[in-house]
C-alpha cells in the first residue's frame, strides 16, 4: 500500500512515504511535490495537511488535479487547510488579541523560511468545486484533526476526505 504523507513537516508518519521539500527534520523524500514522481493511478492514499495554501490559487488547484492523477480509483485524499470563511467569522468576533493571534493563521508568514507564507485560502464551496473540478466525485467534510488545533478553534479549519 502506497500512502503519501505530503509537506509532512515534523508530522512523520510510520507507513507512509513522508514528502517535504523545506523540512529539515526527519523525511523520506524531498522534492517539489507540485510535480509528484508517480505513475496515474498508483496511489492508495495522499495526507496533504495545511500545504495547499502554501501555494497561488492556480498552482493549488493544478496540484489537486495532479493528485487526483496518481489516486488509484478509490484512492483517498484527505485534506485540512484554513477554511477562509470560517477564519473570517471567527476574525470578526475576537478582540484584538484575538485578531493579532489569528493574522498568522490568514497569512503564516514564515520570515526567512520557504514555503511558509499563505497565497489563497478556500472557502468549504470553492475547495469542493475545485475538488470537483478535479475529478473527485466522494467528498466529505470531516472534523479537523492537525496539531494546530491545539492553538486554534476547530471552525477555522476545512478538513475534507476526497475519493478518485
Not at 521539500?21 to 495522499?46: C, F, K, S, W
Not at 495532479?66 to 470578526?92: A, I, M
Not at 485578531?99 to 468549504?124: C, K
Amino acid at each position: 500500500m502506497l500512502k503519501l504523507n505530503l509537506g509532512c513537516g515534523g508530522d512523520y508518519l510510520e507507513g507512509w512515504v513522508n514528502i517535504d521539500a523545506y523540512h529539515q527534520g526527519r523525511v523520506d523524500e524531498r522534492y517539489d511535490i507540485t510535480n509528484l514522481p508517480y505513475e496515474e493511478n498508483t496511489v492508495d492514499e495522499i495526507k496533504a495537511f495545511h500545504i495547499i495554501e502554501h501555494f497561488p490559487w492556480s498552482v493549488a488547484n493544478r496540484n489537486l488535479r495532479n493528485w487526483y492523477r496518481v489516486l488509484k480509483p478509490g484512492g483517498r485524499l484527505w485534506l485540512e487547510t484554513p477554511d477562509f470563511l470560517g477564519s473570517c467569522q471567527e476574525f470578526v468576533n475576537r478582540d484584538d488579541n484575538g485578531r493579532v493571534h489569528l493574522r498568522g493563521h490568514f497569512f503564516a508568514s514564515g520570515g526567512d523560511v520557504p514555503g511558509q507564507v499563505h497565497y489563497f485560502l478556500y472557502t468549504e464551496y470553492e475547495l469542493m468545486h475545485e475538488l470537483r473540478s478535479s475529478g473527485f466525485r466522494t467528498i466529505n467534510r470531516i472534523q479537523p484533526s492537525s496539531g494546530y488545533l491545539q492553538n486554534y478553534s476547530p471552525r477555522v479549519f476545512l478538513a475534507i476526505e476526497a475519493y478518485k
